[in-house]
């Protein structure tokens, strides 16, 4: 981009982003808490592993189907409304699983059925979360800076899914699993408090703004209200290729959240604490590994042209994530395949920078619809991981199941060779 003399961006876009930072560790704690309280759950409420996939699934269902509703939302709202409720509708259901067992809607549905409606709600109130941030990052951020906005954003996930495990197993065997849910969901009232009085929809609408700060140049500062873009999604072959590759990497993701603990505790031996502690290796990769990708992608997409940039960081990303999860699958050592395997998540999410600001390249004006279409693909694959990965671990051992998410992972990096987000830039008028 040439920056001219333009004035520097505005400075609060940092503090947008670590909101954004802070809301993506709650989001996974309040999706990861369950996988580690399952523990307790399971034989508490007298629950299968094939039953327990179901709950698990419940929430990327929800999760999924509304993911372009979410990036409308944002679109058209603006995403300090968005999230702030979005926060608030979340943590009542994260609670809410706390008692679904006992609750009115046990009666007539079951158990399995009311922890099913519960997780499939908390995974609708989640939706808005990623969409909204690409929103976000392409109103805050100048071009050449949205894969590390969303990179940090996005990163978040590597404190919160990583401090869950342990912190969760400690809570648990101390104060019973259902104090777990209390606890996080406590957490988002706070932090959906803290959004409302610190965040703005754009620069130029924040209390701080000063008259000599740049706002990005691709996006305005009037209020949008844009429609879904069906004449783009019918136009444009990228944004189903993205869609695509990124359900592979959601169907991988799913994986370490869902049963990366129970792999650890009931395949490796690891005992209940011990297990909780080593699950948070993947997700301090993933917290080191998303903004480097996202810092990367932009240098990328700088010197070697958007399409080049992001497709190098996603095809490299994917490709050695899958050869990792292979190794650690095969391993014989416990610690070495705790290694592969954590250095496989942390590849996966160096792409993630690359995935996200594709969209924003691809229309600018509709990134947190664009951006709702590719998490969709991502959560359509992570609804068929929790269920599928138990039942072939059961039938054909831990290696069979490792070995798919590992073949997965390769088919989303051979899928970048159709992705093509520089096409999207030269219609939007973006310059980089």
């Known amino acids: 981009m040439n920056h001219g003399d333009a004035a520097p961006p505005s400075p609060r876009r940092w503090l947008i982003l670590g909101l954004l930072f802070a809301i993506s560790i709650v989001t996974y704690i309040d999706r990861v808490n369950i996988s580690v309280t399952a523990r307790q759950m399971m034989p508490a409420l007298g629950l299968t592993e094939q039953e327990m996939g179901f709950v698990f699934s419940a929430f990327v269902i929800g999760y999924?189907?509304?993911?372009?509703?979410?990036?409308?939302?944002?679109?058209?709202?603006?995403?300090?409304?968005?999230?702030?409720?979005?926060?608030?509708?979340?943590?009542?259901?994260?609670?809410?699983?706390?008692?679904?067992?006992?609750?009115?809607?046990?009666?007539?549905?079951?158990?399995?059925?009311?922890?099913?409606?519960?997780?499939?709600?908390?995974?609708?109130?989640?939706?808005?979360?990623?969409?909204?941030?690409?929103?976000?990052?392409?109103?805050?951020?100048?071009?050449?800076?949205?894969?590390?906005?969303?990179?940090?954003?996005?990163?978040?996930?590597?404190?919160?899914?990583?401090?869950?495990?342990?912190?969760?197993?400690?809570?648990?065997?101390?104060?019973?699993?259902?104090?777990?849910?209390?606890?996080?969901?406590?957490?988002?009232?706070?932090?959906a408090v803290i959004w409302w009085v610190l965040a703005a929809d754009h620069?130029?609408?924040?209390?701080?703004?000063?008259?000599?700060?740049?706002?990005?140049?691709?996006?305005?500062?009037?209020?949008?209200?844009?429609?879904?873009?069906?004449?783009?999604?019918?136009?444009?072959?990228?944004?189903?290729?993205?869609?695509?590759?990124?359900?592979?990497?959601?169907?991988?993701?799913?994986?370490?959240?869902?049963?990366?603990?129970?792999?650890?505790?009931?395949?490796?031996?690891?005992?209940?604490?011990?297990?909780?502690?080593?699950?948070?290796?993947?997700?301090?990769?993933?917290?080191?590994?998303?903004?480097?990708g996202g810092w990367v992608t932009d240098r990328l997409a700088m010197r070697r042209g958007v399409t080049k940039g992001r497709r190098i960081v996603g095809m490299t990303g994917m490709g050695l994530a899958a050869g990792s999860i292979a190794l650690g699958a095969i391993a014989e050592s416990p610690y070495f395949a705790l290694a592969s395997l954590s250095l496989g998540a942390g590849w996966l999410y160096f792409t993630v920078g690359a995935y996200w600001s594709s969209a924003s390249d691809l229309s600018s004006t509709h990134a947190g619809s664009l951006s709702g279409l590719m998490n969709m693909g991502a959560n359509l694959g992570g609804a068929i991981s929790p269920t599928l990965t138990p039942w072939l671990a059961q039938q054909w051992g831990w290696g069979a199941s490792l070995g798919l998410a590992a073949f997965i992972s390769l088919l989303g990096g051979i899928l970048w060779l159709r992705i093509k987000p520089g096409d999207g830039l030269a219609k939007d008028g973006a310059e980089y």
């Open 64 to 191: 999924a189907l509304f993911q372009i509703p979410g990036g409308w939302l944002g679109d058209h709202w603006g995403v300090r409304v968005v999230l702030m409720i979005a926060l608030l509708w979340w943590s009542c259901f994260t609670a809410w699983t706390a008692i679904a067992a006992t609750s009115f809607l046990a009666a007539p549905l079951g158990i399995v059925g009311a922890l099913v409606v519960v997780r499939f709600l908390l995974g609708v109130g989640e939706a808005a979360a990623l969409p909204t941030f690409n929103r976000a990052v392409t109103d805050w951020l100048p071009a050449h800076e949205r894969g590390l906005g969303i990179g940090i954003a996005i990163g978040g996930i590597g404190i919160g899914a990583a401090i869950t495990p342990p912190v969760t197993a400690w809570v648990m065997v101390n104060y019973g699993w259902q104090s777990a849910f209390y606890l996080s969901s406590g957490i988002g009232f706070t932090l």
């Open 203 to 292: 620069p130029s609408h924040h209390p701080w703004h000063t008259h000599d700060e740049a706002t990005p140049s691709t996006t305005p500062a009037a209020p949008r209200h844009p429609s879904i873009p069906w004449a783009i999604l019918r136009k444009t072959p990228s944004v189903w290729w993205l869609m695509l590759s990124y359900g592979c990497l959601g169907y991988v993701a799913y994986v370490y959240m869902s049963w990366f603990y129970l792999y650890l505790v009931n395949e490796r031996g690891f005992s209940v604490l011990r297990g909780g502690l080593f699950a948070a290796a993947p997700f301090l990769a993933i917290l080191i590994s998303c903004p480097l």
